[in-house]
């Protein structure tokens, strides 16, 4: 049964139609990737299934359950987590700070709890030290935890975005472009992670990436987009060998073809 | 020396408060524990607008008009039903919060420059209402006879209300710091950081920027219930949009987001113009021209700058030691 599930999505923004009529499918416990030129609507059908846009038409199913049109807010509580394409940390803030960000939906204490420094508030807080800890060290930033956050090198500010998805305990993760601006070295520890992250946590992971090999070598199956339209789906040898998909990216001389996605 | 140094920092509040008690001990000359009154006054209205500026980062400068709110609360129900201090003071902060919560709920969407301007709409538009609704508020000629603050047969001296602002005071600050590093806190920092990713981990912004909003106007109606029966005269005149700037300038000046930086900046701002009272209107220049050097010098505020110089002192000090038995 598919985890997160998109049906006929149409987003227009005034006169623009973003995304016209894209479905897709996540497999639970699969990998999947969205590929697609630039302005392809990647982003947008992102942002759709994460409750930051309302869909002009169409569904988005979260185990079967329709989920658009509810605040961005409880996505999380859903089970949905994401990160974005411009790292997006709370720089003045230390590392185990932002993880522990990620714990908040999972936590009841108020105001009260704090300033009473009620069992529940030590309780929780502890626990979320903990989750929080625990996140950081299988992504590998377990020193960093007293850091800022703004003080830490680029990969390691990738990383720490991931950790905060792990924290909230949502058993879908989406990444937006998560290995955008890395150097090879880079790229092939971070596609190690995201396995790990699958296999080890048995997490579902949806992703954007422009990065042919990463993708090739991490999904299952990927979804293209081109325009704001579905071009097509199937398992990463499907894509490669599909014509329409090779068109989309490099036009029709054949020339180019073995040069960027064969590769 | 660091040990020392540490101590005072983890226990900044306790420092406060022991100063607190022993100022108006120490100090006897009614015009200077006038002044010890209108810190702790400043202090709580600084304190806590620092929950709605510096960890929300909502800007708000109608904060003084909260202060009046519960001021003219308290005033009310005391002159026209004879409620006594101790249950006007939990009415003022009351009247207090719902006017937070009006403020709040249709500003959610504005941010910066726009929100500072609904905020200084706010506050001339309850100017307005005090100065015209004659019936509740007699407007300009304000309220009078309100009485001195009671507990039981115990009347109020000019100390026990500075006792009384103090241990408000130290309830503000005990809730700043209890906010910091827990999960309400966590949630108000992000919302100032970003508004994105808060809602990507789950953090309902609605609710707490309205939170934040209800939060400090209640603290700020709260003082000004004990200000009111303090002064026993309120007027419209007495809470001015100049005066919630001065608020907005002591946290901003102190150090939006720190725990003790505003309430610093509160007791800075209120007693350096009575120093230099000497200098007549020319004082009031020489402030401002250090507010806006201040600001320009240093965005963080001078009391996180300090104790990070003081501690990189301390960091180099230790090194160098190291270095040398090395």
């Known amino acids: ?263 | 020396m660091k040990k020392v140094y540490g101590l005072l920092k983890r226990h900044s509040i306790i420092v406060i408060a022991v100063l607190g008690i022993l100022a108006p001990l120490v100090i006897r000359n009614t015009y200077h524990v006038h002044i010890i009154l209108m810190c702790m006054m400043f202090g709580i209205l600084a304190s806590s607008l620092n929950i709605a500026v510096g960890m929300t980062g909502l800007s708000n400068l109608a904060h003084a008009t909260f202060f009046g709110i519960g001021a003219y609360a308290a005033a009310i129900l005391n002159t026209r039903y004879g409620l006594p201090f101790y249950l006007t003071f939990f009415a003022g902060g009351l009247v207090a919060m719902v006017f937070g919560f009006i403020l709040g709920a249709p500003t959610l969407r504005l941010k910066g420059v726009f929100l500072a301007l609904v905020t200084t709409g706010f506050g001339q538009v309850v100017r307005i209402i005090e100065l015209n609704w004659v019936s509740l508020t007699n407007g300009p000629m304000g309220i009078s006879g309100i009485d001195a603050a009671e507990i039981g047969s115990y009347s109020f001296s000019t100390v026990s209300y500075i006792y009384y602002g103090l241990a408000l005071l130290i309830l503000c600050m005990y809730m700043s710091k209890r906010l910091m590093g827990t999960r309400v806190g966590r949630a108000l920092f992000a919302i100032k950081y970003d508004e994105t990713v808060a809602r990507s981990l789950g953090v309902n912004i609605t609710f707490y920027k309205v939170g934040a909003y209800v939060l400090s106007a209640c603290m700020a109606g709260m003082a000004g219930t004990i200000f009111a029966h303090y002064v026993s005269f309120i007027s419209p005149d007495t809470f001015t949009v100049a005066d919630s700037t001065t608020v907005l300038c002591m946290v901003i000046l102190g150090g939006a987001g720190s725990l003790l930086g505003p309430v610093i900046g509160a007791f800075i701002l209120t007693i350096a113009p009575e120093i230099f009272r000497f200098a007549q209107t020319y004082r009031m220049i020489f402030i401002g021209a250090v507010m806006v050097i201040g600001v320009i010098a240093n965005e963080r505020g001078w009391v996180p700058m300090l104790t990070s110089k003081i501690r990189g002192l301390f960091h180099r000090k230790q090194t160098s030691e190291e270095g040398g038995k090395a």
């Open chain 1, 1 to 263: 049964m598919a985890l997160l599930e998109a049906q006929h999505i149409n987003m227009f923004f005034g006169g623009l139609k973003a995304l016209n009529d894209v479905s897709l499918q996540a497999e639970e416990g699969k990998i999947s990737a969205l590929i697609g030129p630039n302005g392809a609507g990647k982003t947008t059908l992102f942002n759709v299934m994460t409750g930051f846009l309302v869909p002009t038409a169409g569904k988005v199913l979260f185990r079967g359950e329709e989920v658009q049109g509810l605040p961005a807010y409880k996505y999380v509580e859903k089970g949905l987590s994401r990160t974005f394409q411009n790292i997006r940390l709370l720089q003045e803030m230390t590392v185990l700070e932002n993880v522990q960000l990620g714990c908040h939906h999972n936590m009841k204490q108020n105001l009260f709890d704090e300033l009473f420094i009620s069992p529940r508030c030590r309780r929780e807080e502890n626990e979320s030290r903990e989750s929080s800890m625990e996140a950081l060290e299988f992504v590998g930033l377990g020193d960093l935890a007293g850091e800022k956050a703004k003080n830490l090198p680029y990969g390691h500010q990738r990383k720490l975005e991931i950790a905060r998805t792990l924290a909230t305990g949502a058993e879908m993760l989406l990444f937006d472009e998560p290995c955008a601006g890395m150097n090879t070295a880079e790229k092939a520890q971070l596609s190690e992670l995201i396995l790990d992250i699958n296999k080890k946590l048995k997490k579902t992971v949806m992703l954007i990436e422009h990065d042919m090999r990463f993708v090739m070598k991490l999904s299952d199956t990927i979804t293209v987009l081109a325009q704001g339209e579905w071009l097509a789906a199937g398992s990463p040898e499907e894509i490669q060998a599909n014509p329409k998909v090779i068109e989309a990216y490099l036009g029709t001389k054949r020339k180019a073809v073995g040069y960027h996605v064969g590769d």
